[in-house]
């Protein structure tokens, strides 16, 4: 049986729908400012990478102070911690810090995995022949933890001869075959 009856959308959502630039619809938005660092302020000059982002103002320093209004805080969130240490939430007052000291926790939670696994992390970057690597890495070999990259020389200078040959045939062949455990 059919019905005599059929839908009439609302043309309030569908004007909503298209006004959106992003996938949370609401509407109760929030204003988020940023403050972009200079190094990476034409990114977010060439397009925008927050939904709804408005450029306020350009800085003497080559930053950028950036305003969005979004509908739910997870909408800008990613976005931040992608771009950590380059942007700073100015506004609200309170989610920086509530964003950093969940940095901080899931920080914790890999520590905490890494050290109960018995692993260490680590990346290396073959164009520049650093390594950057998690504190629990370091200190598997001995090491004092170290920030930032790191030469290759550095895991290597206290790898045991005897296993140095074998490490560097299943670093290699890890490359060649695109595996990214050796």
Do not use: C
Not at 65 to 75: E, F, K, R
């Amino acid at each position: 049986d059919l019905l005599d009856t059929h839908f009439n959308p609302d043309p309030g959502i569908d004007k909503d729908l298209a006004e959106e630039d992003g996938i949370w619809l609401s509407g109760d938005k929030k204003e988020i400012v940023f403050k972009i660092a200079h190094e990476v302020a034409s990114y977010f000059k060439r397009r925008r990478l927050i939904a709804n982002q408005v450029i306020e103002k350009e800085l003497e320093d080559g930053g950028l102070i950036v305003s969005a209004m979004v509908g739910h805080i997870n909408q800008v969130i990613p976005i931040v911690r992608y771009w950590v240490p380059h942007i700073r939430i100015i506004s609200p007052e309170g989610l920086q810090g509530e964003m950093e000291q969940e940095l901080r926790t899931r920080n914790e939670l890999l520590t905490l995995a890494e050290v109960s696994a018995g692993i260490g992390v680590w990346v290396a970057d073959l164009t520049t022949g650093t390594v950057q690597a998690t504190p629990q890495f370091f200190r598997l070999l001995g090491l004092e933890p170290i920030l930032g990259p790191v030469s290759q020389e550095v895991p290597r200078s206290v790898r045991h001869p005897d296993d140095r040959r074998r490490v560097t045939e299943g670093f290699l062949e890890a490359l060649k075959s695109g595996t990214d455990i050796y």
